[in-house]
């Protein structure tokens, strides 16, 4: 069975910080990037970061850039998400993904159930 299961969401006031995990099982991990992905209320879901599982090079939305860091430790099928500076618009339930490739963003075969980020001001 495809398991993706995310962790280390929570509430923080702005400026603080949380990690993320993405725990990964039942596919090849290897094979597939990982993305992570929020969707805010009333809010279109965008992608906000990925990591190549052939070169482990990353990619993030303009948005986070400087605030958040994608890594991934390929032993223990994990991708994490730190992020750091906090803002409110950062509020949003955040997904993991496995996709084909960080190019493209619809080439997502495994989503995760999602964790809560809730960033006070």
């Known amino acids: 069975e495809v398991q993706l299961v995310e962790s280390g969401g929570g509430l923080v006031q702005a400026g603080g910080s949380l990690r993320l995990s993405c725990a990964a099982s039942?596919?090849?991990?290897?094979?597939?990037?990982i993305g992570w992905f929020r969707q805010a209320p009333g809010k279109e879901r965008e992608g906000v970061s990925c990591i190549s599982s052939s070169d482990g090079s990353t990619y993030y939305a303009d948005s986070v850039k400087g605030r958040f860091t994608i890594s991934s430790d390929n032993a223990k099928n994990t991708v994490y998400l730190q992020m750091n500076s906090l803002k409110p618009e950062d509020t949003a339930v955040y997904y993991c993904a496995a996709l084909r490739d960080c190019s493209d963003y619809d080439l997502t075969d495994y989503w995760g159930q999602g964790t809560q980020v809730t960033v006070s001001s």
């Open positions: 039942g596919f090849t991990f290897d094979d597939y990037a």
